[in-house]
């Protein structure tokens, strides 16, 4: 028993499984090796399930009943959102119905959509001119996508005597493309993929792979790459062209602004809410690997 919140225990497996995600999340972005930040990610994944919990108990406590109609309306909406009952079931992991289960859950939810709505009100409704000094103040978030156009040169693997051959002739082209030999001219001779054109054109990141984007945007115009290698095979690239990002019309993103300041006005209410209900909250954590939120 590591975690008490208000007297209501935190089971180790839920504070496990939310570590676990916690860690995965960070591994994928490729942010942490094994464990070196295990005692933060644990931390942290306490401190989320305190914040969940005292919400829940506040939502309990403001709205201790709630009507059927609100659940079947509610249950009615998350099953139309899902596509079906049955998927509807499996997203919530239930893959047998069990309708006193599924009545609190839902119960729950219904609470905590009365408890937030009351927490934003009131919500703004802002007039085109603060929007306009919202988007200027926050134009980071309204930028068109940075592109570049690149040609390449590809030679896969298929049919070398080795990769030291491979990358020997690679190097050897390169040497002819930087001392001004036709770049086009000796991937269209020499591109395992002859149904692939050199010129890619314009391309946004996350079109190509990772590792082909990572080398092009980082690339001057009318630079010529390193040899690189992707799961494709070995490859030299040169930027023919750059669009910087650049901020999007106002009225092209008006709505959007909207949305923006929505969000940012909900963030900061929540972020206000929670932070009272810490301070009142009485957090036991029998186990501690850091500190966290409360008292």
């Given at each position: 028993?590591?975690?008490?919140?208000?007297?209501?225990?935190?089971?180790?497996?839920?504070?496990?499984?939310?570590?676990?995600?916690?860690?995965?999340?960070?591994?994928?972005?490729?942010?942490?090796?094994?464990?070196?930040?295990?005692?933060?990610?644990?931390?942290?994944?306490?401190?989320?399930?305190?914040?969940?919990?005292?919400?829940?108990?506040?939502?309990?406590?403001?709205?201790?009943?709630?009507?059927?109609?609100?659940?079947?309306?509610?249950?009615?909406?998350?099953?139309?959102?899902?596509?079906?009952?049955?998927?509807?079931?499996?997203?919530?992991?239930?893959?047998?119905?069990?309708?006193?289960?599924?009545?609190?859950?839902?119960?729950?939810?219904?609470?905590?959509?009365?408890?937030?709505?009351?927490?934003?009100?009131?919500?703004?409704?802002?007039?085109?001119?603060e929007m306009r000094a919202w988007y200027e103040k926050n134009v980071q978030y309204?930028?068109?996508?940075?592109?570049?156009?690149?040609?390449?040169?590809?030679?896969?693997?298929?049919?070398?005597?080795?990769?030291?051959?491979?990358?020997?002739?690679?190097?050897?082209?390169?040497?002819?493309?930087?001392?001004?030999?036709?770049?086009?001219?000796?991937?269209?001779?020499?591109?395992?993929?002859?149904?692939?054109?050199?010129?890619?054109?314009?391309?946004?990141?996350?079109?190509?792979?990772?590792?082909?984007?990572?080398?092009?945007?980082?690339?001057?115009?009318?630079?010529?790459?390193?040899?690189?290698?992707?799961?494709?095979?070995?490859?030299?690239?040169?930027?023919?062209?750059?669009?910087?990002?650049?901020?999007?019309?106002?009225?092209?993103?008006?709505?959007?602004?909207?949305?923006?300041?929505?969000?940012?006005?909900?963030?900061?209410?929540?972020?206000?809410?929670?932070?009272?209900?810490?301070?009142?909250?009485?957090?036991?954590?029998?186990?501690?690997?850091?500190?966290?939120?409360?008292?």
């Amino acid at each position: 028993m590591a975690l008490i919140v208000n007297g209501e225990e935190i089971e180790d497996e839920i504070i496990e499984n939310e570590f676990r995600t916690i860690k995965g999340h960070y591994e994928r972005t490729l942010q942490v090796a094994c464990c070196e930040r295990d005692p933060e990610f644990r931390a942290l994944a306490k401190d989320n399930l305190a914040s969940r919990m005292i919400i829940q108990q506040e939502a309990v406590k403001r709205f201790p009943e709630v009507t059927d109609e609100d659940v079947q309306n509610r249950l009615a909406k998350l099953i139309e959102e899902s596509g079906s009952e049955e998927q509807f079931l499996m997203r919530i992991g239930m893959p047998v119905k069990d309708e006193s289960l599924l009545h609190a859950q839902v119960s729950n939810g219904v609470r905590m959509d009365k408890m937030m709505t009351a927490v934003y009100a009131p919500e703004p409704s802002p007039t085109d001119d603060e929007m306009r000094a919202w988007y200027e103040k926050n134009v980071q978030y309204f930028l068109t996508d940075e592109e570049v156009k690149a040609s390449h040169i590809t030679l896969s693997l298929a049919g070398a005597k080795s990769r030291a051959e491979i990358f020997a002739l690679m190097r050897e082209l390169r040497g002819k493309a930087q001392n001004g030999a036709d770049f086009d001219a000796l991937a269209s001779e020499h591109n395992s993929n002859k149904e692939t054109p050199p010129d890619l054109g314009w391309f946004k990141r996350g079109e190509f792979m990772e590792e082909f984007e990572c080398i092009a945007f980082s690339m001057s115009e009318g630079e010529i790459s390193p040899v690189f290698t992707t799961q494709l095979g070995f490859h030299i690239c040169k930027l023919t062209g750059r669009k910087p990002a650049v901020p999007k019309p106002f009225e092209d993103v008006k709505e959007e602004v909207r949305h923006r300041m929505l969000e940012h006005h909900r963030d900061e209410k929540f972020n206000v809410f929670v932070d009272e209900l810490k301070k009142s909250a009485k957090i036991e954590d029998l186990d501690p690997d850091e500190e966290i939120g409360g008292h």
